[in-house]
């Protein structure tokens, strides 16, 4: 009942935004593929969906969920480490005007540490447009203001803020003074006509699930509007999780523990309270956000548990990955991986003569593809991670 249910509201989705549809979602391996997620069939086509741009290797915050904004020697820190600050432009270039690319239509995806603290971030956007792709870009906020004029004439199509709790509670996640001046960003954007829609994205923690209605009904009051509120439990490799990966002893697949710190503890989510606000959020009906939506759409108390909670068990329905059979994040260096959060394996470099086709398809991406295969789609490391928990939903 549960899978129909998902793929009917996939089918909506699709009938919602039929020009997307036709281009990202209907093409037959796309759907192929996206049905046999949501079934569960363990078996993906290859086929490009989605581009990550790391632009920059550095940021201005320092997050308390974030192995990169505490300089920590692990998790993401390790994957963003390159020996350039920011994306050549010729580099870009190259990619938006790959055959491969072209022909395939993904979606690019600006993100990891801040792009916009890229000297050429509204070029790079106009450049991806004038190509046809449609791209979203996340930010912490804090060059919002400044930058917001830039991104509206690039025809950025969406842009999402990251924002996890009222002013105080915020600002300390994040490590910098950055609510007011990601509101007033927002407020800038909302009054040009030509804008992205925008999403806030907030990451439920230990520290603020106790604060989620209360963030609702601040953003509320700011009278910004906004296109989507995402609710993201935490990504996480616990210690458990990482020996019980690294056992296995698939070298290409060996994971560091990421997230987990002396403030980031999932096990101190106290799961009444958050059952609570999660039911209060799915009725709230604010004026300016067109919707909220919870990642991942687990219901139970039972589940809630299981997800915050060190172990890392695998979740029913949330265990299946297809990232590496669809997507590509590329550094500033030119190294491409499957994924920005993923296991730090290259598949090639698209500075040395390769062109994206080749990486996609090289022999080490062909590797990775079958010894995952071997481990149906979710290793250990893999359970608490954005590729099996923002599963088709
Ligand atoms: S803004 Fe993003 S990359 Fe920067 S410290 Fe925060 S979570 Fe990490
Ligand atoms: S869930 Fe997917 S993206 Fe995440 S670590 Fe596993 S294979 Fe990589």
């Known amino acids: 009942m549960y899978r129909i249910k998902k793929t009917l509201f996939f089918f909506y989705k ?28 363990r078996y993906q086509l290859p086929v490009l969906d989605s581009i990550i741009l790391c632009v920059t290797n550095f940021c201005n915050a320092h997050c308390l969920m974030c192995d990169i904004g505490l300089n920590h020697d692990k998790g993401m820190n390790i994957l963003q480490r390159s020996e350039k600050r920011e994306m050549d432009f010729e580099l870009l270039k190259k990619i938006s005007n790959d055959p491969y690319v072209l022909k395939h239509k993904p979606f690019f995806n600006i993100l990891m540490t801040e ?30 203001p400044e930058k917001a004029q830039e991104l509206a004439e690039s025809g950025l199509d969406y842009l999402q803020v990251s924002i996890d709790g009222p002013i105080e509670l915020h600002n300390r996640i994040r490590g910098i003074d950055v609510f007011r001046k990601a509101i007033e960003g927002i407020k800038k954007l909302n009054s040009f006509n030509a804008k992205p829609l925008i999403n806030i994205n907030c990451v439920i923690t230990n520290l603020n699930f106790s604060y989620l209605t209360k963030l609702v009904d601040k953003i509320e009051r700011e009278g910004i509007l906004i296109n989507q509120f995402k609710f993201q439990f935490m990504y996480f490799v616990s210690e458990a999780m990482q020996k019980r990966n690294n056992v296995l002893g698939v070298k290409e697949m060996m994971q560091s523990e990421s997230t987990i710190n002396k403030y980031m503890m999932p096990d101190k989510v106290n799961i009444d309270i958050l059952y609570k606000e999660l039911q209060e959020l799915r009725a709230m009906k604010p004026h300016n956000i067109q919707q909220i939506r919870i990642i991942p759409d687990i219901r139970s108390k039972k589940e809630l548990r299981n997800y915050f909670n060190f172990k890392g068990e695998k979740m029913p329905y949330y265990d299946y990955c297809a990232w590496p059979f669809r997507q590509i994040a590329v550094k500033t260096d030119g190294v491409v991986l499957f994924h920005t959060r993923c296991f730090n394996y290259s598949l090639g470099s698209l500075l040395d003569g390769s062109c994206v086709r080749s990486v996609f398809f090289s022999l080490k991406a062909k590797y990775f593809r079958k010894q995952f295969k071997r481990y149906k789609f979710c290793l250990p490391a893999c359970t608490r991670c954005c590729g099996v928990v923002s599963k088709v939903s």
């Open 14 to 41: 699709a009938l919602k935004h039929p020009a997307n549809a036709i281009k990202h979602i209907l093409p037959l391996k796309r759907l192929i593929n996206n049905l046999f997620q949501i079934y569960g069939i």
């Open 115 to 144: 792009p916009l603290l890229h000297s050429r971030i509204g070029a790079i956007v106009k450049e991806l447009k004038e190509n046809n792709y449609q791209v979203n870009l996340t930010t912490n906020g804090f060059l919002l």
